[in-house]
């Protein structure tokens, strides 16, 4: 959804996606000369919750010499306005606490301006409002989520501390993620449910609302693909059902989760999941070539599925709280029974390759439209060799499609795992940021080579997931390293955000060709412009945030010896940085020439 308003010459745009909030704007050249930026209020409609100023990171040196609202903080947008054209708006980041309202929002966002070298006091008559609802995605028949990762981020370290720890597995399967965790930096204790429930977000929402749902009632049973598998808490839900009978597995074997001496977690799974086993319900180990690499939750009841979860999240404590991912859950039995079949099929010859490639579903695009629902494309590898080729050579093609738009210039926005393995695809995505004709923005934790922006010119931004030997001022310092996990583990495409030909690529599929081949995995291709902005807004965040540490890689600032600030903005007033009181942040903004032009005019 997208919600534009307009007042003497500024526009305001705001666009909904997964429980958070793109506003956007745009000024006509004119009325940005002397801008100081802008200010944005908040107000929420539900819970008598009071309106609010989202906050800055930071704030004037001196903030007696500006207009100042005594009863807001210095860093206050509405005492130090934002120096950016945009901005992503999650409930609960500052305001609200853990449990943020969900429904109806205002938005007020004003211009500010210099008087006489000075912040003028906020003026109404220049504000422009939108009305918009800000939820967890949902639309039609499809509900996405996403997780939130950012382990590596100030937001953690403030709610959690720097030393807070995510197991990423322990010798027990199921455990009491109940127990004290460890300790906030304001003296609270936290639990690892506090931590899984701020790092899973919507995503782990999804898994657990299904999964309950089935465990609650004996009328559904559950059939499982999986990957990686150690949530203890969904675990726990898993041998329940297993007990009852009520759930098939099916599960990789591959090097990474299955040895002859049986320690891996997955054979820990097996093992215990045998153990409590009453019939019908069944495990099944396999790989197809590789990996059996699927990630889905399929509900059904006596007269067939009625609901599907698919994604790139892996049912494991570091795909849910360590990795950035998403999931898509479709109510109704149209894809909820495809998946059934494939679940059936895949079931039936083994999780064998050779036989699956038998199967109908290894050459076929699954197609779910219908008059209220996206427009959805769906293949369930692995595939031949020739249809994973022409496959993958679609998507390829259609990246470069947004490069030959004439006059306007087209966009692709990306966060990949890898994009250095073969693929037609990965080796659109490793160029695409050096077309200046095409506004790129991506992530992948694993690019030989990064292109962050630079001023006067329209390259794109590729920036990398897992930033190395970061050397941050503080508090910046303080944030984690990522060892040896991934924080990007999406594999999603947007091409066209904010045209009339808008798509998103998505699944569990890695875009590869080998993957194509050999792994188990689903990919869907949606055409729906809600959808593909709830992705787009994914993609711009995160590269945002890892264009920042990626800034810092090997950078030779040295830790202070002393604590440092415990915010970002008593870090800002420490460290001597501190807004500009002066319009020359805006020219970028309106150079034909940078990519924050593009930016500007491609969002507002």
């Keep these: ?133 800000v939820k967890p995605f949902r639309k039609g028949s499809l509900h996405l989520g996403f997780t939130r990762g950012y382990v590596q981020s100030q937001g953690f370290v403030n709610r959690f501390g720097l030393d807070a720890k995510i197991p990423e597995r322990r010798d ?98 097996e093992r215990e999941f045998q153990k409590v086993a009453k019939a019908p319900a069944e495990i099944k180990r396999g790989k197809f070539g590789s990996f059996a690499h699927d990630k889905v939750l399929i509900v059904s009841s006596a007269t067939g599925a009625t609901k599907v979860l698919t994604g790139s999240t892996n049912f494991s404590i570091t795909g849910l709280y360590v990795n950035n991912n998403h999931v898509l859950v479709f109510t109704g039995r149209k894809v909820a029974g495809k998946y059934a079949d494939l679940f059936q099929a895949v079931w039936d010859t083994d999780v064998a390759r050779a036989a699956y490639l038998d199967k109908p579903f290894a050459t076929e695009t699954f197609h779910a439209a219908n008059s209220n629902k996206p427009a959805i494309d769906i293949t369930f590898a692995p595939h031949s060799t020739e249809f994973a080729e022409k496959l993958l050579g679609d998507i390829a093609t259609r990246v470069a499609k947004e490069g030959g738009k004439g006059r306007t210039t087209g966009n692709v926005l990306f966060a990949v795992m890898g994009i250095e393995a073969k693929s037609t695809v990965l080796d659109a995505l490793r160029k695409v940021h050096s077309d200046d004709k095409i506004f790129s923005f991506g992530v992948s934790d694993d690019p030989k080579g990064i292109s962050l922006y630079e001023p006067r010119t329209k390259a794109g931004v590729l920036v990398t997931g897992r930033p190395k030997d970061t050397k941050l001022p503080p508090p910046f310092n303080q944030v984690p390293g990522v060892g040896i996990g991934h924080q990007i583990h999406h594999k999603f495409v947007v091409c066209g955000f904010n045209s009339s030909d808008p798509v998103v690529y998505c699944g569990s599929s890695n875009l590869a060709l080998s993957g194509e081949e050999k792994n188990g995995d689903n990919l869907l291709e949606i055409h729906d412009p809600d959808v593909v902005t709830a992705f787009a807004i994914e993609a711009i965040a995160l590269v945002d945030h890892f264009q920042f540490l990626n800034r810092r890689q090997g950078n030779s600032v040295k830790a202070a010896r002393r604590t440092p600030p415990a915010s970002k903005r008593a870090a800002a007033e420490d460290e001597g940085w501190f807004l500009s009181a002066g319009d020359g942040w805006v020219g970028k903004y309106y150079d034909a020439k940078d990519l924050y032009n593009v930016d500007r005019q491609l969002f507002a």
């Excluded at 930071?58 to 206050?76: C, F, G, H, I, M």
């Excluded at 977000?201 to 059939?223: C, G, P, Q, W, Y």
């Excluded at 040895?259 to 977690?265: L, R, S």
Aim: charged share 25%; aromatic share 12%; with cysteine.
């Design 1 to 133: 959804m997208q919600v534009t308003t307009k007042v003497d010459g500024f526009t305001l745009v705001a666009y909904a996606g997964d429980a958070k909030t793109l506003l956007a704007f745009n000024l006509t050249k004119r009325r940005a000369e002397r801008l100081a930026g802008f200010t944005i209020e908040c107000r929420p409609h539900g819970r008598k919750t009071p309106p609010y100023f989202l906050h800055n990171t930071l704030r004037y040196k001196d903030p007696t010499q500006y207009a100042q609202v005594a009863e807001a903080p210095a860093n206050s947008s509405v005492n130090s306005p934002f120096h950016k054209f945009r901005w992503v708006h999650v409930p609960g980041t500052v305001h609200q606490g853990l449990d943020p309202f969900f429904g109806p929002y205002t938005y007020v966002v004003t211009p500010r301006y210099f008087d006489g070298g000075k912040l003028a006091p906020l003026d109404r008559r220049l504000s422009a409002e939108v009305d918009i609802d």
């Design 172 to 269: 027990e399967l199921v455990w009491d993620t109940s127990q004290v965790a460890g300790r906030a930096p304001d003296g609270t204790e936290y639990t690892y449910a506090d931590q899984y429930d701020w790092l899973g977000f919507t995503a782990r929402d999804k898994i657990f609302a299904l999964l309950n749902e089935v465990h609650s009632d004996r009328k559904l049973r559950l059939d499982m693909f999986a990957y990686d598998l150690n949530e203890p808490d969904l675990l726990k839900i898993v041998f329940d059902l297993a007990k009852q009978g009520r759930v098939r597995l099916i599960l990789d074997n591959a090097g990474l989760h299955h040895n002859k001496d049986g320690t891996k977690p997955e054979d820990k799974v």
